[in-house]
């Protein structure tokens, strides 16, 4: 059982330059996620969803867009990659966030990214 | 703005030692909270998860209590031992529609043998 699947583990781009941060897991979970953990500060939401087609935005929006055309899949997207977005980023899911047990969250091994 | 204090921030004991993390949390009105643990290099693992209406969760050597009323939750690991050695997170997620998850900045802990 996979679980939470991120590619890639570690990034370098230059800055302006665009990526797409993969996320895909294999639980049928309805809610996902992507987080970004810096050092000195707690994980702080980037981008989230409920389900397939619908998408909202976190605490740290601003530089990333997310789409979530399958249930499997939550990718994130840079626009123009700036030196701030230099940060560890994992993607979490869980079964829903309607309460109870499903809403135990399950994360992925992360991505290191570094802009130059 | 709600807020999450771990303490300590860091802590180092002997293997078989029993250990009390704290966390606190600034509001009450929270729905659940869920105890994190993090491997270096590696992503979060859910240790346990607390429901509002509960007061307490168990799982081996692990056993995490919640306070609403005073803000606090408290994971006692038994027994401790170096496979143990990791960072650990409590997450208390906030009331309403979407419930998202409040991090503090967790306690990093050392089990020497």
């Known amino acids: 059982n996979a679980g939470v699947t991120q590619t890639p583990k570690f990034q370098v781009l230059k800055t302006g330059q665009s990526m797409t941060l993969q996320c895909a897991q294999d639980?049928?979970?309805?809610?996902m996620s992507w987080y970004r953990q810096d050092p000195g500060m707690g994980l702080r939401l980037i981008h989230y969803?409920?389900?397939?087609?619908?998408?909202d935005q976190g605490e740290v929006p601003n530089g990333y867009n997310v789409s979530r055309s399958t249930t499997e899949d939550f990718p994130l997207r840079l626009l123009s990659a700036a030196p701030s977005q230099t940060s560890v980023y994992f993607c979490?899911?869980?079964?829903?966030?309607?309460?109870?047990?499903?809403?135990?969250?399950?994360f992925g091994s992360g991505t290191q990214l570094s802009v130059l | 703005k709600q807020e999450v204090t771990q303490i300590p921030a860091a802590l180092s004991v002997p293997e078989g030692e029993n250990l009390v993390l704290n966390c606190s949390f600034t509001?009450?009105?929270?729905?659940?909270l869920q105890w994190f643990r993090q491997d270096p290099g590696k992503g979060l693992t859910s240790l346990l998860l607390i429901q509002s209406s509960q007061r307490e969760q168990t799982s081996g050597r692990l056993n995490a209590s919640l306070d609403k009323s005073s803000g606090r939750s408290t994971l006692y690991i038994a027994a401790s031992q170096p496979g143990d050695s990791a960072t650990y997170l409590c997450?208390?997620?906030?009331?309403?529609?979407?419930?998202?998850?409040?991090w503090g900045l967790g306690t990093s802990l050392a089990v020497n043998p």
């Open positions: 979490a899911s869980s079964y829903s966030n309607r309460g109870g047990n499903n809403e135990k969250l399950f």
């Open positions: 969803s409920v389900g397939a087609g619908i998408t």
């Open positions: 509001d009450s009105a929270i729905y659940n």
């Open positions: 639980m049928n979970h309805e809610y």
């Open positions: 997450a208390p997620s906030r009331a309403g529609n979407n419930r998202k998850l409040i």
